[in-house]
């Protein structure tokens, strides 16, 4: 089970492509070395305002790996990344298909899945990654009110 239940609350984690990891790896390494450079002759409490600027670059840097999950509460799919949070009536949705897509979404891989769904009486879509597609395609088949 690569799903975590709270409750009646159950989360998915989102998968993470190896490539988008070893990007941020790269880019956060690069960070720390220029920061280093800067500071070989100096103290760091003299550059402590570069420390700061740096530290919280690599912290918005990381920030998408621990805070893109996925959310079947009751019944209502929520989507959580970043600050970005998208609420979706499980009844609402019409259809979920696979894609690799690579437009901009709350998923942190291309092996995705496309919700489509109704919201304000238009159709909608958002493109997810859960690590356990399996287990949230069959917790959300399993809520009263699916129509997929």
């Given at each position: 089970?690569?799903?975590?239940?709270?409750?009646?609350?159950?989360?998915?984690?989102?998968?993470?492509?190896?490539?988008?990891?070893?990007?941020?790896?790269?880019?956060?390494?690069?960070?720390?070395?220029?920061?280093?450079?800067e500071n070989y002759n100096y103290s760091?409490?003299?550059?402590?305002?570069?420390?700061?600027?740096?530290?919280?670059?690599?912290?918005?840097?990381?920030?998408?790996?621990?805070?893109?999950?996925?959310?079947?509460?009751?019944?209502?799919?929520?989507?959580?990344?970043?600050?970005?949070?998208?609420?979706?009536?499980?009844?609402d949705i019409t259809q979920i298909e696979?894609?690799?897509?690579?437009?901009?979404?709350?998923?942190?891989?291309?092996?995705?899945?496309?919700?489509?769904?109704?919201?304000?009486?238009?159709?909608?879509?958002?493109?997810?990654?859960?690590?356990?597609?399996?287990?949230?395609?069959?917790?959300?088949?399993?809520?009263?009110?699916?129509?997929?």
């Open positions: 089970m690569k799903f975590k239940i709270e409750g009646k609350i159950l989360k998915f984690r989102s998968k993470i492509d190896w490539w988008l990891l070893l990007i941020f790896v790269v880019i956060t390494a690069n960070i720390i070395l220029k920061f280093y450079q760091f409490v003299s550059n402590f305002p570069h420390l700061i600027i740096y530290s919280l670059v690599i912290f918005l840097i990381w920030l998408p790996i621990f805070s893109t999950y996925y959310l079947i509460e009751n019944n209502q799919l929520i989507i959580k990344s970043m600050i970005f949070r998208w609420k979706i009536n499980i009844s696979p894609t690799h897509n690579p437009l901009s979404s709350p998923a942190l891989s291309l092996d995705r899945l496309k919700i489509i769904y109704m919201k304000n009486g238009r159709i909608a879509s958002v493109m997810i990654s859960p690590k356990d597609k399996e287990g949230f395609l069959n917790a959300l088949r399993n809520k009263p009110r699916a129509k997929y």
